[in-house]
């Protein structure tokens, strides 16, 4: 069982803070879950988490749940006539490594690039396709080898993953090759739609 919660911050301007309570099982799970009632549903996730009673405690319906699938497809190709296809309509992925919203900005900046330096929609479409196709192909091929360290019914992969993953993270290169994995730029995604990666050092530095 995954059990999680994240800030979600404002609904708007002067707003209380907001935070999102996640909590993973099969799909093909729920109407069990259901049928079991939702204080057993409550009891299980609090014995696990006890904190998690502040936001379970909000909770007096199945109904205020939203049940998400999550899966992975790629389309061969994100455009059609005078259309273009981005975010996770184009290429969509397990949340492991939390590059859906990145990979749909970096879409969007692409498009706009394209447009923005050729003659012609059609031209903008085939720029737009080949400045994205390898930086999203490579997070593809990425989440879809971890999603079964996190999320399958194996005994061995979430043991390799606490137990040698875990010791593996601390020797270098691989925590620089982590970090550029969470960071999005395992490829560069930006010289190709005209953007470049922000030098944070030096723009903190700045900034104070």
Not at 28 to 51: C, F, S
Request: hydrophobic share 45%.
């Amino acid at each position: 069982m995954m059990i999680g919660v994240l800030p979600i911050g404002r609904p708007e301007p002067g707003a209380g803070k907001m935070a999102a309570f996640f909590w993973s099982l099969k799909p093909a799970d729920a109407d069990t879950v259901r049928a079991a009632g939702l204080e057993r549903w409550k009891e299980r996730v609090v014995r696990l988490w006890p904190e998690c009673r502040a936001y379970t405690s909000q909770i007096d319906s199945f109904d205020q749940l939203s049940l998400a699938r999550y899966g992975h497809h790629t389309m061969k190709r994100p455009t059609s006539r005078r259309l273009a296809v981005i975010g996770d309509a184009a290429h969509s992925t397990s949340p492991q490594l939390g590059q859906g919203a990145n990979m749909a900005l970096l879409d969007a900046a692409a498009l706009s690039y394209a447009l923005a330096r050729t003659g012609s929609v059609e031209a903008a479409l085939e720029a737009y396709v080949a400045a994205r196709r390898w930086h999203v192909r490579v997070f593809q091929a990425l989440s879809l080898a971890f999603t079964p360290f996190y999320q399958s019914d194996s005994v061995a992969l979430p043991f390799l993953r606490d137990r040698l993953v875990a010791r593996v993270a601390r020797l270098p290169p691989v925590p620089r090759l982590l970090a550029s994995m969470v960071a999005g730029t395992v490829i560069d995604p930006f010289r190709r739609i005209g953007l470049a990666e922000a030098k944070w050092p030096g723009r903190l530095a700045d900034e104070a």
